[in-house]
């Protein structure tokens, strides 16, 4: 059976990031942000979504984002880079 994107997350990369040197504290799970354009209305911009935000003093560093084993790893890719470059996250690492 393949993985969901709940899977991905708590079997692959939950795993992955406790056997790394990164801190709770600086991990965000589930991160929601919009692009800060206001609209009419006093409406914010489109809202977005990020499995996993990496930070280090107050300073976006990663995104990871997670996906079900049936999707493309290039759609994940794309959408990575799309949502860094909205958070001012410089570079992309696959």
């Known amino acids: 059976m ?3 994107e709940s899977d991905t997350r708590s079997k692959l990369i939950d795993p992955k990031i406790k056997g790394s040197d990164w801190l709770e504290s ?3 799970r589930e991160y929601y942000f919009t692009d800060g354009r206001k609209l ?3 409406k914010r911009g489109k809202r977005y979504f990020v499995d996993y935000l990496l930070t280090y003093k107050n300073t976006n560093l990663a995104i990871i984002e997670a996906k079900a084993e049936s999707k493309d790893p290039l759609d994940g890719l794309q959408q990575s880079i799309n949502y860094a470059q909205r958070l001012r996250i410089d570079g ?3």
Do not use: E, P
């Open 2 to 4: 393949a993985y969901s």
């Open 92 to 94: 992309v690492v696959t």
């Open 26 to 28: 600086n991990i965000v």
């Open 40 to 42: 009419i209305g006093g």
